[in-house]
């Protein structure tokens, strides 16, 4: 039986969703799904693969020479565990090349989907059971237990909604964005944005509301419109925007009034501790402390000695990269996402990710890898097309001449 370059990538893709949303319960595989994806990676360069163009070998070297110096720099000079300089080095790189691999349409939107409407369920199924068979008075056992299990967080203010926290959701949001696009067909397209903008809510997680906030004003507004429809919809969209505003504001205020005593305090606190420990010297502010830096300090939120994942997860990232490689590295992803990704909805679906993503540890990883396959997957069948339609057309000019 001969097997196949999609099979194997199917299969390989496959394994990265499914570790990557059913960390609950399978997050002692994390790295089976860290393989997977190294492997999708390996399979895509070396397995009969299409010569590279001139451009894209270029783009490769000079990633390839940046990240050995960021290599060296770590091992060599700030002797940083080799252990974890390999960690982020692959990561860093995996970013990178991750927008040389593509993925074929069909089978990547079956899997995808199948993997968020399973994570959806899911979701669903313990917001019933915790109002079925909890009450706030008998719930926190579960919760310690969750927690203990690195599994997430499930908690109430009310008794009544429960926001399940769980690892795993970071994608659901993007997958509602996906929705909305043409190229992905879809039977029941109502009832599956429904079901995603539910698990949203579920997931408790106010940034994802913010993102699909912005998400949908600005595909509302602007998505292929002409001038006088955008006008109407913008009239109506500003008529019911202020009979709900004093309702947003209040929430909004609600939100962060809860968040003020902890969450965000901690995440004010990361931020300082990780700016403060890269500050020590005008070279670590722009070199960074190298990849795998271990920031040994104690505040009176917590011990950050041997963290390896903040809130804000890019914050870790400057701390080890410093000023100068901070820059070369976005340089690096604006310039792949603008040449990759390419069309403007797509970038656009891509900015309202990072909107959610980056005030959570769910940016720099391995999920925005997958968001960065899927986009490329869909420009690069929407650029086929295209090519596809040019060379249809370009004989019936040339016979009509």
Request: aromatic content about 18%; glycine content about 4%.
């Amino acid at each position: 039986m001969k097997i196949s370059k999609s099979l194997v990538i199917n299969f390989l893709f496959a394994g990265v969703v499914l570790i990557l949303t059913r960390q609950f319960p399978l997050n002692a595989y994390s790295t089976l799904g860290n393989m997977f994806l190294i492997g999708l990676l390996f399979v895509s360069f070396f397995w009969k693969n299409k010569t590279l163009d001139i451009s894209s070998r270029k783009t490769i070297k000079l990633i390839f020479i940046w990240s050995i110096f960021l290599l060296a720099y770590a091992v060599l000079i700030r002797e940083n565990s080799i252990n974890l300089v390999f960690r982020f080095y692959i990561i860093i790189l995996c970013l990178l090349l991750s927008h040389w691999v593509y993925l074929p349409l069909v089978t990547t939107k079956r899997i995808f989907f199948f993997f968020i409407l399973l994570q959806c369920f899911v979701l669903i199924a313990i917001e019933a059971i915790m109002n079925f068979f909890f009450s706030i008075n008998n719930y926190l056992p579960l919760r310690f237990f969750f927690q203990d299990q690195g599994w997430g967080d499930v908690y109430t203010y009310d008794g009544f909604f429960y926001r399940v926290q769980i690892k795993g959701n970071a994608l659901i949001p993007f997958a509602f964005f996906l929705t909305f696009l043409k190229d992905y067909t879809f039977k029941h397209r109502r009832t599956l944005q429904i079901i995603l903008l539910i698990s949203s809510i579920i997931a408790g997680n106010f940034a994802y509301l913010i993102a699909i906030f912005v998400f949908f004003v600005f595909w509302y507004l602007f998505n292929n419109l002409r001038k006088r429809k955008l006008i109407n919809r913008i009239i109506i969209f500003s008529f019911i925007f202020a009979l709900s505003i004093g309702s947003v504001i209040e929430y909004t205020q609600e939100i962060l009034d809860r968040k003020s005593d902890y969450s965000l305090g901690t995440r004010n606190d990361q931020v300082d501790v990780l700016i403060r420990d890269v500050q020590k010297d005008v070279s670590t502010l722009l070199l960074g402390k190298g990849l795998g830096n271990n920031v040994m300090i104690k505040t009176s939120f917590r011990d950050y000695t041997d963290n390896l994942y903040f809130e804000i997860q890019a914050m870790y990232f400057f701390n080890q990269l410093g000023l100068i490689n901070s820059l070369i590295f976005i340089s690096f992803l604006l310039f792949l996402a603008i040449k990759k990704i390419f069309y403007k909805d797509l970038l656009f679906m891509y900015l309202c990710y990072i909107v959610y993503a980056t005030t959570n540890p769910y940016i720099l990883d391995t999920t925005q890898i997958v968001v960065i396959l899927i986009l490329i997957s869909i420009s690069n069948e929407r650029k086929q097309k295209n090519r596809l339609y040019n060379s249809a057309i370009q004989p019936q000019l040339g016979s009509n001449s």
